[in-house]
């Protein structure tokens, strides 16, 4: 990703966050990217604190293959914790190919947003 691009994704990031907050009744689940990995992590940002959290270090498969087994993940181990009900956090990425799996993986694995 280019110096402009990752400029643009963080300034959509900082405006996405300032109108989303994560609390204990509906705690925010945030996705990251790297170059390599897909990451996702569902945190009460009022408590801060971190309640779950999937990454694809733990598949070893494609990478739209590997969100969805993330978002599965995420929502198993949120229905562990007794979460179902939560924000996304996209980070300031594109709502379309791995962010859109894994959300609507989360979705399919029972999480409402």
Not at 38 to 57: H, M, N, P
Not at 70 to 89: C, L, M, P, S
Request: hydrophobic share 35%.
């Amino acid at each position: 990703m280019s110096k402009l691009q990752t400029e643009k994704r963080i300034r959509r990031h900082k405006r996405i966050r300032a109108k989303i907050t994560g609390t204990a009744e509906r705690p925010r689940l945030s996705v990251f990217k790297s170059n390599k990995y897909l990451y996702a992590e569902i945190i009460d940002d009022v408590a801060g604190r971190t309640l779950a959290t999937a990454s694809s270090l733990e598949f070893n498969k494609k990478m739209k293959e590997e969100a969805r087994e993330v978002g599965k993940t995420i929502a198993q181990r949120a229905g562990e914790k007794k979460i179902k009900n939560i924000v996304f956090d996209r980070g300031g990425y594109v709502y379309t190919g791995k962010v859109k799996a894994l959300a609507d993986a989360a979705r399919e694995g029972g999480l409402v947003f």
